[in-house]
């Protein structure tokens, strides 16, 4: 309940840092290139495998009914409202997390933090403000580019693996999949990123001195877990408000 507590009274402290000026736009700019453009390669390739699989996998489900020209609903309701979403908000999450939680655990640790105290510079606006606005505005981006590649493997998957006639897919995903169904999955990413950089931020802020470089992984560690079990419990929630 502490640990709650002290999360609560962060995260009230880094959103007012957020929302009271705007941020350094040097910083922004280069934690926003470090979240966004650092993942893509890494989302590209596991999305697309992820497409794939969903593609053979349900075909097999649906083939033993003679459904299979419901590929292309099942790849999209369940690729864009739910799979690609939380994929790239957990594999994302997780390598941008701890890239946060390390850089302000080890500034923490060498008394950086400290030091910008003592000049009477406030550490939540010059160092957590930057990394909340980076990560929260490029999550959503990395979601709907996960969302088109994601369609686009299934799609091939289905085709020019599976036999399956590409008219009928497309209409499928036009008929069952809607620009709604798009702002969803992006809306989606915008909590989980706000979400996912606080964490990061909280467990990297809170690193003690003593406890030198083994707090850095362990405010790494806590980060990475911390922030994916979070992002899937509130997918959860979301997808049972919206769609349950």
Request: charged residues 10%; contains cysteine.
């Amino acid at each position: 309940m502490k640990l709650l507590w002290e999360f609560l009274q962060f995260a009230w402290r880094a959103l007012v840092a957020q929302f009271s000026q705007v941020p350094p736009l040097g910083p922004l700019a280069q934690h926003f290139y470090q979240a966004g453009v650092g993942s893509v390669a890494l989302l590209t390739m596991l999305t697309i495998f992820a497409g794939l699989n969903l593609s053979v996998q349900s075909y097999a489900t649906f083939e033993r009914f003679g459904g299979q020209d419901f590929l292309g609903m099942f790849a999209g309701i369940g690729g864009v409202r739910e799979l690609y979403p939380v994929m790239a908000a957990v594999v994302c999450g997780a390598r941008i997390g701890a890239n946060l939680a390390a850089s302000l655990a080890n500034m923490k640790i060498s008394e950086q933090v400290e030091a910008l105290e003592v000049m009477s510079v406030d550490p939540m606006r010059h160092l957590v403000a930057p990394r909340l606005w980076a990560v929260t505005l490029a999550l959503p981006i990395l979601c709907g580019y996960a969302n088109v590649v994601g369609i686009g493997a299934s799609y091939v998957g289905a085709v020019y693996q599976l036999g399956l006639d590409g008219g009928t897919f497309r209409s499928q995903l036009h008929e069952f999949v809607g620009l709604s169904d798009l702002l969803v999955g992006m809306f989606k990413g915008l909590i989980f990123g706000w979400l996912v950089a606080v964490i990061a931020t909280f467990h990297g802020y809170r690193a003690a001195k003593k406890e030198g470089a083994e707090g850095v992984g362990i405010a790494t560690n806590r980060a990475i877990v911390h922030g994916a079990v979070m992002c899937i419990l509130l997918n959860l929630l979301i997808s049972w408000i919206l769609y349950g």
